[in-house]
């Protein structure tokens, strides 16, 4: 396994050829050993406005009545949001960190996978607000989120 120094700077390389590949490779590789590979989630599409990841609904994330919990909903939300922050700021004198987050259910899910696509509502220079769509496979809405993260000066 590579280090956080060595996926980022594949990341980077991957970010500075526009290779969308490389990039999402080397965010799944950040993955590892964190709630993410846990909860079966990674990231499957980027764009300019845009970040998508996917998640597994089996057993391993259903509430005791064998529908999604919404805990792991809120979670995956709160990654695709965090992450979609990072990629606005300059990271080396930059960080992200949540602080709020809000998330509408709208529809159980038994099984298959959904698809948490988070898109910018504002990005002021001290916070950003996302909406986090949470999607089934045919494109039904599961949950509604709103994430709110504050941007700080590393220290």
Known sequence: MRSKEEILKAFNEAYATNNKEGMLDALNESNKNTLMETLKMEYVDMGKDFLTMKMTVSSDVHQPNG???????????????????????????????????????????????????????????????????VTDEEGALISLAKMTNIVLDKK
Not at 85 to 111: P, Q
């Open 67 to 133: 529908i999604l919990h919404g805990g792991a909903t809120a979670a995956l939300c709160e990654t695709v949001a965090g992450m979609a922050s990072i990629f606005s700021v300059d990271t080396k004198t930059k960080e992200v960190k949540g602080i709020e987050l809000s998330v509408n259910h709208l529809k159980s899910k038994e099984e298959g996978h959904v698809f948490a696509t988070a898109t910018a509502i504002h990005k002021g220079r001290t916070t950003h607000l996302w909406e986090v769509r």
